[in-house]
C-alpha cells in the first residue's frame, strides 16, 4: 500500500516569509513519482512539481524550491518570500506501480499568508 | 499543455435526481480518466478509474450503482450521480491520463449541491 503523510493541517505566515511544506510518503515500490499540487480557493488543482524517484536532485523554480530525500522518504516544498496569492491547499502525492499508477494524495496543508 | 474541461461546474439538484458530469480531454486523447471526490477541508479520494471501452473500476466503499461512469470515447468520460441525496454533495474532480503517460491533467472540478 502506499501512503501520504502531510503533518502539517495549517500554516500561518505573514508576507515575505519563508514557508517549508513537509511531505513524507511510503511505497513498497521502487519506481515511483512524487508531486505537489496547489488547489486555491477557486477549488481547481494547479500541478506544480513531478519528480521520480530516481531523480533526488532537488529543484528551484523561482521561488519555489522542493527537497527530495529518499533516505527519509521526505518530499519538502519550501516557498521563499512568500506572497499572498501563495495562499491555498498544497497537497503532496504519490504514484507507483503498485498503486496501479493511481494518485494518492495526502491530506493538504492550508496556507495562508496574509499581509 | 493538456487540457481538461469539466461541466457543469457548479450544479443543484434535489434530492432523488440524477445528474451528470462530463469530463473531457481536449486536446489529447484520454486512455484513463479518473473520478475523485472532495469533501470540504478534506484530500481529494479517489472514487473511480476508467479506461476507455472498458467498465469503471471502483474504489472500495464506493457504490457502482449510484455512481455510473462511461467512458464512452477517448475524449469523454461522464459521471452520473443517481437519486442524488444531500450527503452526496460534494467537488467532484476528474483527471485524464494520455496512454503510457504517467501524468494526469485535472478539470477544474464540479460542485454538486443535493437540497
Known amino acids: 500500500a502506499q501512503k501520504v503523510t502531510q503533518a502539517q493541517t495549517e500554516i500561518s505566515v505573514v508576507e515575505k516569509e519563508d514557508v517549508t511544506l513537509d511531505c513524507v510518503y511510503e511505497?513498497?515500490?521502487?519506481?515511483?513519482?512524487l508531486f505537489w499540487y496547489k488547489q486555491p480557493p477557486s477549488g481547481e488543482l494547479v500541478f506544480l512539481i513531478r519528480?521520480?524517484?530516481?531523480?533526488?536532485q532537488n529543484e528551484i523554480s523561482g521561488r519555489y524550491s522542493w527537497n527530495f530525500q529518499k533516505s527519509t522518504s521526505s518530499f519538502n516544498f519550501t516557498i521563499t518570500a512568500s506572497q499572498v496569492v501563495d495562499s491555498a491547499v498544497y497537497f503532496c502525492a504519490l504514484s507507483s506501480r503498485s498503486g496501479y499508477s493511481t494518485l494518492t494524495f495526502g491530506k493538504g496543508t492550508m496556507l495562508l499568508v496574509s499581509p | 499543455g493538456a487540457v481538461v474541461s469539466q461541466h457543469p461546474s457548479r450544479v443543484i439538484c434535489k434530492s432523488g435526481t440524477s445528474v451528470k458530469i462530463e469530463c473531457r480531454s481536449l486536446d489529447f486523447q484520454a486512455t484513463t480518466m479518473f473520478w475523485y471526490r472532495q469533501f470540504p477541508k478534506q484530500s481529494l479520494m479517489l472514487m473511480a478509474t476508467?479506461?476507455?471501452?472498458?467498465?469503471?473500476?471502483?474504489e472500495q466503499g464506493v457504490e457502482k450503482d449510484k455512481f455510473l461512469i462511461n467512458h464512452a470515447s477517448l475524449t469523454l468520460s461522464t459521471l452520473t450521480v443517481t437519486s442524488a441525496h444531500p450527503e452526496d454533495s460534494s467537488f467532484y474532480i476528474c483527471s485524464a491520463r494520455a496512454g503510457g503517460h504517467y501524468e494526469q491533467y485535472f478539470g477544474p472540478g464540479t460542485r454538486l449541491t443535493v437540497t
Open positions: 476508467s479506461n476507455e471501452g472498458s467498465k469503471a473500476t471502483y
Open positions: 511505497t513498497r515500490d521502487t519506481t515511483y513519482y
Open positions: 519528480r521520480n524517484s530516481f531523480d533526488e
